[in-house]
């Protein structure tokens, strides 16, 4: 998100602390508000992506390995 967004969503925010938005502010700041959590999600999605545990043995796994296989051995502790 360009920086003349996040200072116009932080203005509108201010603002609807301070007074009641029109119905156009409403809208634009909902709409820069998805635009924002989108790309931040899409962002720290690719952090965790990129994210490797790192076992004591040295053995390292990708996040989204270890989380399955951290979930399979939980449903076979409930058998």
Sequence with gaps: MEQ????????????????????????????LREEYIREFRAHFQGILDHTVVERPDGSRTPLNEFRKKETKTEADKEK
């Excluded at 003349?4 to 709409?31: P, T």
Aim: hydrophobic share 30%; glycine share 0%; proline share 0%.
């Design 4 to 31: 003349h967004k996040k200072d116009r969503l932080n203005h509108l925010a201010k603002k609807s602390r301070e007074a009641e938005l029109s119905e156009e502010e409403k809208i634009e700041q909902a709409a």
